[in-house]
């Protein structure tokens, strides 16, 4: 039997939202969704089919492992694969026609040392640090490192790209300085006879706020779940794809005074009714969560009551008794107004709704719709 405690996924939310994007950035640039980390907790296999029937030109996954378990599905679209690539794993990027991305010139000869070993020419994009400080090769080597590659015989330089660090705030200075530095590296390409097929730079981010960002394609991630990724998304249609849904296991009547849960962060002020849920941390629920958020309940708010355990909360139907044992709950709501959305959880954890929504547990079942 399935568990009382599920993940509502709506794929005509996605594809909706995939269309509002599209619609966005025009006909002209290519779309490469992100369903890297089980597609931000919805499920990376069912997402990625929605995605490929809705018209994505690409996939984007942070390991190889991703990418082969949609290769394993049935999934044809090209996957990029945008993490850093052990030497270890390039066999199975090549059996599965995986874009492994090019960190570095030690990347690349090492790309190009098991790919000549098997007769086999390996598309690769190259990623060009402007100024996230994390990966890729700075942007006023980037030029050299085209260069480079461009030679390797069974190397294909399909892509370049980078990435920006504060696409998302509202002081767009950074995102600005980055984009010079990429066009500045192109310009070098380009007066040197090398173009890259593929250029992206934007995320969701940079796709809705800077639009001399689009370059050739773009990569959308936490807006094609329907979470606005920054002030500028407020005036594209998105739909928030993801519910979070249990219902109430367990009454238990506490008198006035006692403490609930461990550490007895919360005591009872009065006679009160708790109902016990069936989720917990473990299930991708924050602790964090614990005394500061609510729960849907017969249509009325229950707050929560002492620290969230591993497989196990508590909330408040003291003033609900019309919620008994089998009563559904909600968690977490597809709405921007909700006070219970990915964006209002995070809030109070003090995160991210990137965080809120990649930490939903496999374990939890997912129900698409």
Known sequence: ???????????????????????????????????????????????????????ADMLGVAMVEEGVELRRAGLALPILVMGPLPADEIPAAMEHDL?????DLATAQEIERQAAA?????????????????????????????????????????????????ADEEDADASWQQLMRLQAALAGMRSAGRSPPLVHSANSAALLALPDAHFDMVRSGLALYGIRPCPAAAGVDLRPALALHSQVAHLK?????????YGHTWRAPRDSLLGVLPIGYADGYPRALSNRSSVR????????????????AMVDLTDI???????????????????LSAAALASLCGTIPYEILTGLARRVPRVYR
């Open 321 to 339: 008794p019309d919620a008994p044992v089998g009563t559904p709950v909600t968690l977490l709501e597809a709405s921007h107004a909700s006070p």
């Open 118 to 166: 098997c007769g086999k020419v390996v598309r690769v994009h190259l990623k060009v640090d402007t100024g996230m400080n994390r990966l890729g090769v700075r942007a006023e080597e980037a030029p050299l490192a085209v260069e480079s590659v461009s030679r390797m015989g069974h190397l294909a330089l399909e892509g370049l790209y980078t990435h920006f660090a504060c």
């Open 99 to 103: 874009r492994p991305t090019v960190n």
């Open 297 to 312: 309940v017969a249509g009325r708010l229950a707050p929560v009551r002492g620290t969230i355990c591993m497989d196990a």
């Open 1 to 55: 039997m399935p568990r009382p405690t599920y993940a509502e996924v709506d794929l005509g939310a996605i594809r909706a939202n995939f269309r509002a994007l599209k619609s966005h950035v025009g006909p002209r640039v290519k779309m490469l969704a992100i369903v890297k980390a089980d597609a931000y907790g919805h499920g990376a296999v069912p997402v990625s089919r929605a995605l490929q029937e809705a018209g």
């Open 253 to 261: 009547r506490v008198r006035a005074g006692e403490g609930v849960s």
